[in-house]
Structures are given as structure tokens and as C-alpha cells.
């Protein structure tokens, strides 16, 4: 039975290929061969894949919060570092968006945001430098509704961790301390005009 049907294998591959048994199967292997040498050179290689699976499967830390930190030092948490987390600050309240790497660490879509209070580019919906800050002013109403929308979603989304410091500039803080010392001043020159005011009638008297 078995050396009936290769004798019907060996008519068939000579009437279908035209090539003898032998050298039909020699074709056969070398083929093999060489599938099995191209996709051992350009195919996905387990031992590569295996690390970057692992990390993706690390879980994530849980946040830390920080308290009140500077502008200056949250450009240390925009994703270039891994061991650190991912954080975003809008309207002064810094979240932690490592849930959302994709999204806002080193390239993604969002990148320019981490690290930095982006209120401004957010309700701008802005990718320029000059809005990647915290810097409210001058906003229209549908600009600030834009921004509120995403205070909500980053609160009902991210983990608050901390906020920023409010930065008075010198030149504000030496116009307020010189306006104090102007009203402490106007004081004093009063009651040296009740005094004229006071001993005149006194004067007036003595000469009658």
C-alpha cells in the first residue's frame, strides 16, 4: 500500500513539475533552508522582545506626592527620566500622568506638556513655546471654559501630587514695600499740621 502511493507521489510530481523525485526534494529543502536563515536574519527576535514585554508589564508606582515645588523644578519630571514620574501641572496643580505615557512622555502626541503648567497652551490648544505656561491672563471666555474642562478631566482622571510656588517678581515686591513706606510717612506730617493749626489762635490771643 505504502509503496503504491509513492510510486503515484513520484508520477505526480514529474507530471505536474517536470522534475525528477530527487531533484524535487533536494528544491524542497533548500527552500526550507533558506526561509528558515531569511526570517532568523529580518524576522522579530524573541530575545529583543522579551525586555521591552517586561516593561511594559512593570507595574506602575504608586504616586508621591510632593507639596509645593518651583516651575524650575518640575522640567525634572517631563518623562527623560524613567525612574521618575510623569507629572503636569495645570492652573498651578501638579498630576501625575504616568498612566498616560503615551500620551505625554518622550514621543508622544502631548510630550511638550509634561514637566511644565501648560494652562495656557491647553486652553489655547496651543504646540507653541510661548504658551507652555502657567499664565492665565488675557484669556477669552471660550478659552477658559476650554481650560476648565481640562482641570475636570485631569481631576477626575490623575492623582493630584502636589503645586507650584507663586513666584512674586522683585519689581512688584519693591513697588508694595515702597507704597508701605509712603502710607507709614503720610501719618507723621499730619499731626504736625494740626500743631500750626492748633497754636495759631494761641499766638493770636497774646498779641491782643
Known amino acids: 500500500m505504502a509503496l ?32 528558515h536563515v531569511l526570517s532568523g536574519l529580518f524576522g522579530p527576535s524573541e530575545t529583543h522582545n522579551h525586555p521591552r514585554s517586561l516593561e511594559e508589564m ?36 501638579i498630576y501625575d500622568v504616568s498612566q498616560s505615557r503615551m500620551f505625554y512622555g518622550p514621543g508622544g502626541p502631548y510630550a511638550l506638556f509634561a514637566g511644565k503648567d501648560a494652562s495656557r497652551a491647553l486652553a489655547k490648544m496651543s504646540f507653541e513655546d510661548k504658551d507652555l505656561t502657567g499664565d492665565t491672563t488675557g484669556l477669552g471666555p471660550f478659552e477658559l471654559e476650554a481650560l476648565q474642562d481640562w482641570e475636570y478631566k485631569f481631576m477626575s482622571k490623575y492623582v493630584k501630587v502636589g503645586t507650584i510656588k507663586s513666584s512674586v517678581p522683585e519689581t512688584q515686591e519693591e513697588s508694595t514695600s515702597e507704597a508701605t513706606k509712603d502710607a507709614e510717612d503720610v501719618p507723621s506730617e499730619i499731626p504736625a499740621v494740626k500743631s500750626e493749626e492748633t497754636s495759631s489762635p494761641s499766638a493770636d490771643a497774646k498779641q491782643e
Open 4 to 35: 503504491q502511493l509513492w510510486e503515484t507521489l513520484k508520477e505526480a510530481i514529474v507530471v505536474y513539475t517536470g522534475l525528477s523525485p530527487a531533484t524535487f526534494f533536494t528544491l524542497l529543502a533548500l527552500l526550507f533552508a533558506a526561509y
Open 58 to 93: 512593570q507595574p506602575l508606582q504608586p504616586p508621591v506626592q510632593l507639596g509645593e515645588i518651583t516651575a524650575e523644578e518640575l522640567k525634572q519630571y517631563d518623562g527623560s527620566d524613567p525612574k521618575k514620574p510623569l507629572l503636569m501641572a495645570i492652573k498651578s496643580q
